[in-house]
């Protein structure tokens, strides 16, 4: 496993890795995206962050009919079969402990080196993911302001709950923006 020091790399080598990594977990994903610095096209970013959505399929292990069925994650598998061919490394937290959960995995990179965060949300709330994955920080205090003026609750692995306390999904960026009330923003401009 591997801490990662302040380093930062150039956003063409960032962008590399976002690439090949999204063309390796592809297979395994009904969608995937890259998000933070490099999405914002920051000239050096600090690590390489994807937002994805894990195609799954039944697990018919443990199964009985008064339980839900248990689901397959594709992507995990796929994770971990990089993780033995080197391709990625587990990558320790702040704290120094591995972060490899269902929505939060800390990765690195092993040929460059570069520090990936794999986050995984739903379709239903995709966009809200993106808008948080995306940032920048700055950016996503705003949102989470805003959301709290209009009485209303963010949750930054997907959804919104209106002061009303109906759970709403955010299935596009545009329906984020449309709940603000702001005008769209390119992610260049998120700052």
Not at 1 to 11: A, D, G, H, I, V
Not at 12 to 39: D, M
Not at 99 to 108: A, D, S
Not at 171 to 189: K, N, Y
């Amino acid at each position: 496993m591997t801490s990662m020091k302040s380093r930062t790399w150039p956003l063409a080598e960032a962008t590399e890795v976002a690439e090949e990594l999204i063309t390796l977990l592809r297979p395994n994903c009904e969608r995937i995206e890259v998000a933070g610095s490099v999405r914002r096209q920051k000239a050096r970013v600090g690590d390489v962050e994807l937002l994805a959505v894990s195609k799954t399929s039944p697990s018919y292990l443990n199964v009985r009919p008064d339980r839900p069925r248990l689901e397959y994650v594709h992507l995990d598998a796929r994770v971990l079969e990089l993780i033995t061919k080197d391709i990625l490394r587990y990558r320790l937290n702040k704290k120094g402990s591995r972060t490899y959960g269902r929505l939060n995995k800390l990765l690195v990179h092993v040929p460059s080196g570069i520090g990936v965060d794999l986050f995984s949300t739903t379709t239903e709330n995709w966009g809200m993911s993106l808008v948080v994955r995306t940032g920048s920080a700055s950016f996503c205090i705003q949102v989470m302001s805003r959301l709290k003026a209009l009485g209303h609750s963010g949750h930054a692995y997907g959804g919104i709950t209106l002061k009303s306390g109906e759970e709403i999904d955010c299935p596009t960026e545009e329906e984020v923006f449309r709940i603000l009330g702001w005008a769209w923003m390119d992610p260049q401009q998120r700052e």
